[in-house]
């Protein structure tokens, strides 16, 4: 980038908006949207809105609890069940802005199942999130995934699931690692899996799923390490790289400055900003 | 030994900072604490800006090669983003013992690339390391020193770390304490520090005065901010600050003054940090050229006022 380019560290705005950026991971209220079911989360996005402004971002996903017990709230279930419209209203207010995808719970499979029909198959929602912590977190070699994954593969959703390599070992047993997520897209191999943060511990995640051609990994969740993009793009191509924000609890600068700093070249920047994660959505839509 | 400085020169738009690089350059200096000759001091009439850097490292990361590692690229990033000055440690000082070897390196590769300021290492749990301190100040002319505790294996409670910060503002050095270095989750498996605990600062810091500290890499828990944010003389960087909007809601809870500008390059990516400054749209005119400048200013210059 020239120097005459920056804008306090950030490229120009032409440059942004040329990038034609799609967030793949945008984490308003990742835990709980709020007891009445949006207050959290309206309030998020609202909070995010500059930094989305800044860059310029087209399109960012994030990831709806949906009433399967993902959250530790069983008054927020509850009114999830009885008014599912209410996990629409993101979406309503920011039409042009947001995508989505449910959060799934792999503990209970009959209501994951239920709700892939009812968000997948019936619209509008695109994947699946797999949460790596809280009540819907289980390691993703669990058998449970079969079922949900055979089905997520019928309705051509995309599946993302969260992953860390951690120093020290999991800190919750529901944890997975890219390890884990390797061995479970070897039984599905026609589906495309999202590795979420490519592992945190990114020099481990990338050689894990180097070998395993229908995983993606995702760029946001861990700090701003230098060379990682550099090493992503060097050993798995431009192409199964996906940007993330995790906005508003990580910053823009963390890891927007991941993509447009790294020594790569601009049309893999492209490729990674937004490209790539179209071509995923594009099936699923 | 002659930093220059650039200003920037900021333009406020539909809420959105713009910054051009200004090529105006002033008079050279001997030293950092030059920087409180007031002869290029922003302000009046446009706003301008000049960057100081509080956290940069030279040579080598010992986990893995960093793309600006070698010291012509890292500089030449610090003139990309207008980084007129840098506070420059050395990666050395995490594992090397001979501390005098570390900090004489370190003097030697800054004292043609002037605007990187050397901050010597010290470690106060090694043998005479008072003699560390004293070429630091009478061969180098630090203005201040590093420590990294975690590496080194102290904490802030030990009486090794008060005698140290005792003759280091004797001397009149500031002192940067390196929180972490690295994520604890992605350290090396053989190689787990924990973060430093700064929390013995709020009990120490009162009884030494014109003690000066800024913690580099610091990640705030709530609680714990809460007491260190109303300490005189201890200030923070931002390069591990997260959340869209976490350095205007630092700056908020902290003493006035006591945030600045903190890269952690070349381990971490330089523009994170910067464009972590301003995305939020919440920090004025004035606030931005606080943290990026004016704020390491006075804190570097205030031994001398």
């Known amino acids: ?285 | 030994m002659i930093p220059r400085r650039k200003f920037l020169h900021l333009t406020a738009s539909t809420g959105a900072a713009s910054v051009i690089a200004g090529k105006n350059l002033c008079a050279e200096e001997p030293a950092i604490r030059r920087l409180s000759d007031g002869e290029c001091d922003p302000g009046h009439g446009s706003v301008e800006l000049q960057i100081i850097d509080t956290n940069v490292s030279l040579f080598h990361w010992p986990f893995r090669r960093l793309p600006l590692a070698e010291i012509d690229a890292l500089r030449s990033k610090l003139r990309e983003l207008n980084i007129a000055s840098a506070w420059t440690g050395s990666f050395e000082g995490l594992l090397h013992r001979d501390i005098a070897g570390v900090n004489q390196r370190l003097a030697e590769a800054c004292r043609s690339h002037t605007e990187l300021i050397p901050i010597g290492s010290l470690n106060p749990i090694l043998p005479d390391w008072k003699n560390d301190l004293r070429i630091c100040v009478e061969a180098h002319r630090m203005t201040g020193v590093r420590l990294y505790p975690n590496y080194h294996g102290y904490s802030l409670n030990d009486t090794r770390f008060r005698e140290f910060l005792d003759s280091a503002t004797q001397s009149g050095l500031f002192v940067q304490i390196a929180i972490s270095l690295e994520d604890t989750r992605t350290q090396h498996p053989s190689f787990q520090v924990a973060d430093v605990d700064p929390e013995p600062l709020v009990e120490l810091l009162p009884k030494i005065p014109n003690a000066r500290i800024q913690l580099l890499n610091y990640r705030p828990k709530a609680l714990v901010l809460e007491r260190l944010a109303k300490i005189s003389g201890l200030s923070f960087d931002i390069a591990r600050i997260e959340g869209t909007d976490g350095v205007p809601l630092l700056v908020k809870k902290c003493l006035a003054g006591s945030v600045m500008f903190g890269s952690h390059a070349p381990f971490l990516i330089p523009e994170a940090a910067l464009i972590r400054v301003h995305e939020a749209s919440l920090t004025d005119d004035a606030m931005l050229k606080a943290i990026l400048w004016g704020n390491a200013h006075r804190f570097a210059r205030r031994n001398n006022s």
Request: hydrophobic share 40%; proline share 6%; with cysteine.
């Open chain 1, 1 to 285: 980038m020239k120097p005459d380019a920056m804008h306090l560290g950030l490229p120009s705005s032409e440059k942004l908006k040329e990038y034609r950026i799609w967030d793949s991971y945008f984490t308003p209220s990742l835990s709980h949207p709020g007891a009445d079911g949006s207050s959290g989360l309206f309030a998020d996005i609202e909070r995010s809105l500059p930094a989305i402004r800044k860059a310029r971002f087209e399109k960012l996903c994030y990831f709806a609890h949906v009433g399967i017990g993902t959250t530790t709230d069983a008054g927020y279930e509850q009114r999830v069940q009885k008014n599912p419209d209410i996990v629409l209203k993101p979406l309503e207010r920011w039409q042009d802005l947001l995508l989505g995808m449910i959060q799934l719970n792999p503990n209970n499979v009959p209501a994951s199942l239920d709700a892939l029909n009812q968000w997948l198959r019936d619209g509008p929602m695109l994947g699946v999130y797999f949460p790596g912590s809280g009540p819907g977190a289980l390691t993703c070699t669990h058998r449970n995934f079969h079922p949900l994954v055979e089905r997520i593969a019928q309705l051509k959703g995309i599946v993302m699931q969260h992953t860390w390599f951690k120093t020290g070992g999991k800190q919750g047993a529901g944890e997975s690692t890219p390890l884990e997520l390797a061995e479970l897209a070897s039984k599905f191999p026609e589906q495309k899996f999202l590795c979420a943060h490519a592992g945190g511990e990114w020099e481990n995640g990338i050689r894990a799923v180097r070998d395993s051609p229908n995983i993606f990994v995702e760029t946001s969740g861990f700090d701003s390490t230098a060379g990682f993009l550099e090493m992503a793009v060097r050993e798995l191509g431009a192409e199964r790289i996906v940007f993330g924000s995790h906005l508003p609890t990580r910053s823009l600068g963390t890891e927007l400055a991941k993509i447009t700093t790294a020594a790569i070249s601009d049309e893999d920047r492209k490729k990674i900003l937004g490209e790539n994660y179209r071509k995923l959505i594009k099936v699923a839509m």
